[in-house]
Every structure is written in C-alpha cells, then in structure tokens.
C-alpha cells in the first residue's frame, strides 16, 4: 500500500462479523488492515477476497491482549505511514461457564481479550487519530453486556465494559473530531453461536420479534454506518442490532 493511504483496521477480520465489517468497508473505500491471532489463510482469504474486487487489504498476526504488540502494531504499521481512518475493535473469545464453576483464567482471559484489548488499541489508535485531528472508532459490543447473559457472567462484563470505554472515550476525543460509538449484536449467526444446540438456538429465536436471526453482514452494516460521514454527529452511543430482541 502507499504511504499515507488512508485505513480502517478491523481486529479480528478473519471470519464472521469481523470478516463482513472488512469486506463491506473496503466495499466503501477503505483500505483494510485486519489482523488474526490464529489461522492464517482464513486471514488472507479476506485480503484475497476484497484484492479480488477491486480493494486493497493486508492481514497481520495481532494478539489484542498483548498490550505491548499493540502498541508495536500501531507504532511500526501505522504511524507516518497511513492516515488511520477508522478502528474497528471486534476481537473476542468466549469462555463460557456457570460463575459457580468458573475459572479464574477463564475469566481473565476474556476480559484480556475482549476488553483490555479494545482499550489497548483504542489507546494506541488515538495517540495517532488526535494528531490527524480526525478518526471514527467503532467497538464491537453484545447485547449480552447490556442486559447480561446466564453462563456468560466473563463476557457479559467484558462487553459491559467495553460500552463504558465508548462513552468515556468518546468524551475525551470529541473536541480532537475522534467519535467513539459502539455496535451490540444480538443473536447472530457466526462459527460462535452455530455450536449451541438446536433447542437453545429456537429459544432464542421465540425472544426475537423479526423472527429471525442476525447475519455478519446486518452487524457489518451498522459498524459501516458509524464508521461514515453520515454519523458524523454521533458519538458515545450504542446501536443495538438484535432484531428487537430487548427493545
């Protein structure tokens, strides 16, 4: 890519919601920058993907926990050389399990993950985006942190959490033109949730009144929103895509 060519980094992008948000941005414009922690050539099918349509794309190994190669990733991939756009924080685990019986590194590894990771790299991405006076920042949330979910007591938090870092950073970054919003999927159809069990799966769907389940790109597509000129006025705000699940 050239230098200073202006991207969205997506972490996470190598499947599911995180690999929608990529392919439906660069479908926007942007040049992508997703990163994986494990599987490789899920990652560059991505790249190769959007390569084939006309985008621009480049996969990186990122684990988001690790504080330290963020700050790396950002420092070395990003800074003087592109014009960070937008930040998409979508890495996640589960790690699901009664509170009774959970563990502690259960816990803590979802919480390093999905919340100490979208602040890692929120830091990191905003020491760039404050200079540039200019970035949209998008988090990607759950429903399971707005109302909390049985079994779920660690990503519940995690996702809880990761909505208060929205509203408080986005009231740090707004004077430097930076808006900070969050997206909360509902029950939607990925490799994460095709694993529960038929009865739990229509459970859910007699609590969703459009009586049907979310996809990828219906998440993808409200994160696209955020991340445009159209939502320039908004920020610190969470837009829940559950098909009416809680409203």
Excluded: H, W
């Excluded at 922690?37 to 959007?50: F, H, L, N, Q, Y």
């Excluded at 509902?186 to 069990?197: A, E, H, P, V, Y």
């Amino acid at each position: 890519m050239d230098e200073l060519t202006s991207v969205a980094v997506v972490t996470g992008g190598s499947r599911g919601i995180g690999r929608a948000i990529a392919e439906t941005l660069a479908e926007r414009g942007f040049s992508l920058y997703l990163t994986y922690v494990s599987k490789p050539a899920s990652a560059e099918a991505v790249v190769e993907a959007i390569r084939e349509k006309g985008g621009q794309a480049a996969a990186f190994s990122l684990d988001v926990s690790d504080t330290a190669a963020v700050a790396e990733f950002f420092r070395t991939r990003i800074k003087d050389k592109a014009r960070l756009a937008v930040l998409v924080n979508n890495a996640g685990i589960t790690r699901d399990g009664l509170l009774l019986r959970m563990k502690d590194e259960d816990f803590d590894a979802v919480l390093d993950t999905n919340l100490k990771g979208a602040f890692a790299c929120t830091r990191e991405a905003a020491k760039i985006m404050t200079r540039q006076r200019f970035g949209r920042i998008v988090n990607i949330a759950s429903v399971s942190g707005e109302t909390g979910a049985a079994g779920q007591a660690n990503y519940s938090a995690a996702k809880a959490g990761i909505i208060g870092l929205t509203k408080a950073a986005a009231k740090e970054l707004a004077a430097r033109n930076i808006t900070v919003n969050a997206v909360a999927p509902g029950f939607i159809r990925t490799d994460m949730t095709s694993g529960l069990s038929d009865r739990i799966q229509a459970e859910y769907l007699n609590l969703i009144p459009l009586r049907r389940y979310g996809t990828p790109q219906d998440v993808a597509e409200a994160a696209a929103f955020l991340a445009s000129d159209a939502a320039a006025y908004i920020t610190g705000q969470v837009l829940t895509v559950d098909g009416g699940m809680y409203c």
